[in-house]
C-alpha cells in the first residue's frame, strides 16, 4: 500500500481562509509544544503552565513554547495568505504519512529483534558467549528498551525517508505469520512461548492504531449515518467541518491530555518505567511501548483531522480539486 497523497493536480494558490487555517496551524503548533513539555515536564522535572500561579520559575518555560508555536503558525499563514486549503491538506497529510510510515518500520524491527532477544534469553544462549553482567542487562527492560529498542526506532525513521510504502499490508502478513508459527510450534513441535503472542499483541495493536489516522484520509471509517451518503459535496464539507470541530479534534486532545498528564498518567508511567507484562523475563519487552501506541494513536488522528477540517472547508467552499474518496483504490 503506497501513501497516494502527492501534490499533483493540487493548486498552490486559492481563495484567502486565514480564519481556518491560523486554527488549523496552531492546532498543530500546539501539539508539538504540549509533546515538547511533556518531555520537559516528565524527563527534565519542569511545572506545566498551571504552575505559574504557585510563583514557579520553571513554569515559563512551558508557556513560552506555546506562544511561541502559535505566534510562528500565525506568522506562517499571514506570510502565505494565497495557499489554498487543498495544498494545506496535503502537506500535513504527506507530513503524517511519513510519521505513521516511520513508526511501522520501527515496530517492525523491534518485534523481530525483541523476539530473538528473548528466545535467546528464555532458552540460555546468551550465557554461551556473553558475560554474566552483559546476560543480566539483557534480563533488564530498561538496558533493551534503551540500547535494543531506540537505536531501531530512530533506524525507523531513517527507513521512512527513503520509502513510499505504508506497510500495513505487509504488517497483516507477518501477524498472519507470527499466528501459524504459534500452531506449528504448539502442536507439532509441542513448544510455546510466552514471546510468541506477545509479539501479536505487539503487531497488532500497531496495525488498528497506526492505520486509523490514513484510514480517516481514505474515509474508510464507519458512518453511523444514512443521510450523508446523500449528499452533495457542500453539504458533506460542512458536516464534516462540524464533525472535525466538534468530535474528533477534541476527542483525540482528551487521549492527548489523560495519556499525557503527570509522571503517573496512562502512558507516561509505562514509558518512563519501561514497564513489561507480568510474563516477566519470559515476554517481550514491549508493553511501554503499546502504552506510547495510544499518545501515536492521538496525535497522528489530530493531525489528519486538521488535514481532513482544510479538505472540508475547502469542499464547502467548493474550491477545485475535490477528491472523491468513492474512487480511491482499495
Known sequence: MSDRGDAAGIERHGPPAPVTRIIGWSMLGVLAAFLINNVLIVGFGFTGPEGI??????SIVPILLYAIAIAIS???VLRTPDTSLRWDANRIHMANIY????????VLFVGIADIIVSFMRVE???DLFLSLENVRNFERPSFVGMYVHFPLVILGFIVGAFTRTLGFSWLALLIIIAELSIVITRFVFSYEQAFMG???RYWYSALFLFASAYTLYDEGHVRVDVLYAGFRAKKKGLYNVFGALLLGIPTSWVILIAGFGGKQSIINSPVMNFE???????GLYIKYQM???????????????ISFLFEAVADYREEP??????LVEQ
Open 321 to 326: 480539486g475535490h477528491r472523491d474518496t468513492s
Open 99 to 106: 510519521i505513521i510510515r516511520s513508526f511501522f518500520f520501527a
Open 291 to 305: 502504552a506510547a501506541f495510544l499518545g501515536i494513536f492521538a496525535a497522528t488522528m489530530l493531525i489528519q483531522f
Open 124 to 126: 540460555g544462549f546468551f
Open 74 to 76: 500565525v506568522y506562517y
Open 53 to 58: 500561579l504557585a510563583g514557579r520559575s520553571t
Open 276 to 282: 513489561v507484562t507480568q510474563t516477566g523475563s519470559i
Open 198 to 200: 506477545d509479539l501479536v
